[in-house]
């Protein structure tokens, strides 16, 4: 398994936003500003949009300790705060930690252990030298009667998925493995996404593509 690009590296901190100002200070007076300079957001919520999907900060830039400039977006909710790079969950996670410690000086109250829980989900392009079919020859003949029935395409098995119990209230990212969109039948390029860390994401789709080779 080759890793090609990332498309979405997402990490989520859930905890009550509104223990970050008990003083019930004006946020758009006090932090946005010195968030929006600091991280060069080219676009952000202003309290005269609509708040319910979140504070938005678009296009912005956050420079690593090697040099690296990564771009960078970031949303402010009421159970807690998301960061998408696209390079690694762990990137974003730096990120987090470094927009929510900047807090205390900006007025504002932030400590490590009002975390409560960590999500993520991870999107990533990538190369496989095996086919899903592996999984069983009898999926190739089944596509085959598939294609036949329908008549003028050709059907192929191209997705695999394991979702979460829907019935939960909280439901993370499924886990989907599935041939490009657009890319020809055959070909050994595909996306995944999966509700964990970038790294262990890549653990997870050696592991399935060896159970491709078996």
Sequence with gaps: MKLLSVGLAR?????????LNPGGKDIF??????????????SYTRPSEDLSQGIKFTNGEFAKDDGTVLAVNCTIFSDGVAADTYSSTADSEILLEEILGSLPSL???????MVRRRFYVSQLNVRCDKQLCALNPKLVEFAKRISSAVGETVYDFSALE??????RVVKPANFS????????HG??????????PTEMHLEF???????LSE
């Design 107 to 113: 007025g504002l109250v932030y400590r490590p252990e």
């Design 177 to 184: 493995f599935q041939h490009k969109i657009n890319d020809p």
């Design 162 to 167: 394991f979702w979460p119990d829907q019935t």
């Design 29 to 42: 007076v006090h932090a946005v500003p010195a968030i929006v300079e600091d991280y060069k957001f080219k």
């Design 187 to 196: 070909s050994d390029h595909y996306w995944s996404q999966a509700a964990l």
């Design 205 to 211: 789709l050696e592991e399935f593509e060896r159970l």
């Design 11 to 19: 990490a989520m901190w859930s905890f009550d936003v509104s223990e």
